[in-house]
């Protein structure tokens, strides 16, 4: 935030002033942060490739330099966004309102004529794609940083789903939409852009509609059908990634593995769930490992209603102790399956602290329906299997997770 509290300060001094020239970066007559073309021409080198960050579905990203040693990365909105100007301004002022640690901060924009472009911190580690499924970065990825990772997401959803000034479904989470700090701490990026390409009845939106094949729930991708829990589906996805440290489609692989929600789920049902862990980490907490992959299969159910929300998911991650149901089989991408548009929670938090309670879990469930129960140990953590409720309880004799 130290460029953004720069910025404010910089317009006060200019609101004191009166003065004209406090720095080129932003004009706030609009009474928002809007940048200068000129400003940002200079910043990114004229838009020169050798800025270029990439180039994603909306448009190109380019690094950039203001005059005070800010670094942030301009996107440029290529897509016609059939907003006029002042629907567009009020949509970032809006945006700009949508703060939260685990989100990329949104400094302002830019309107030049046709050109619209969106001004962001810059953060130098790029996006999660990058250390996941790069085999030379990805130990920089121990257990504690991925379990970091993951809570930090749930958590930003959490906000944007339910805390946020105003409620944004982000409708394409994916790794390479997740950021990472110097620490390797994950932002969400390009939330609430959907609100700067709004359909209009008579367009379907085809490029954010589409999502990202691999990440999509079937009731959006099939029926254009978007609740907060096509969001849940995708970080059920992401989540799975995280733990495998593999894509969720990879056709290199045996066909059984091919298709990560698949195999998963195949593993989980002979309950050989640990086998999905990424290999190349050296050691992992088995107990949160078998909880996070249990929960990543909740999240990609095919009915909407058995998928928890975000606030059950951070209560899962954050608690010592809980009751998880068993999941169904995942939905797979692109195949129809029933949805439905209740919105309860699929998940009951355990409230005791024993580390072998099995409580009720109060769920819809279309899993296995053995009638048996089992225990299992993972040195200090334990975990109930209970068959008979269709559930598995989580105790941690850690403390403060
Ligand atoms: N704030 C940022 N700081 C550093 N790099 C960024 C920033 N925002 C985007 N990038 C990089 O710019 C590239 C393009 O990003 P962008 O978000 O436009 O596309 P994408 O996520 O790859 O695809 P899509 O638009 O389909 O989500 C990515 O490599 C991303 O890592």
Redesign the pocket.
Known sequence: MGFLSSLCSCLEKRRKSGSADVGAEADDKEDGLFFELRSLQIATNFFSDLNQ???????P?Y?GLMPNGQEV?V?KLSLDSRQGIKEFTNEVKLLLKIQHKNL?ILFGCCVDGPAKMLV?????N??LD?FLFAKEKSPSLDWTKRFQIVTGIARGLLYLHEEAPVRIIHR?I?A??I?LDEQLNPKI??FGLARLFPEDGTHVNTFKISG?YGYMAPEYALHGYLSVKADVFSFGVLLLEIISGRKSSDRRLDPQKADLLIYAWELFQERRTLELVDSSLENYDADEAAMCIQLGLLCCQPTVSDRPDMNSVNLTLSSDSFTLPRPGKPATQGRVSRWTTDSSSALTKNTTTTNTTTTNASSTLTGATNATSSTKAFGGNSFVEDYSRNSISYSSMDEGR
């Not at 962001?120 to 130098?124: G, Q, R, S, T």
């Open positions: 960050l990439g180039h994603g579905g909306f448009g990203v690094k990365a996107k990329v962001y911190e810059y953060l130098p790029k996006s990058c394409d994916k390479s939409n950021l990026s390009d990202t």
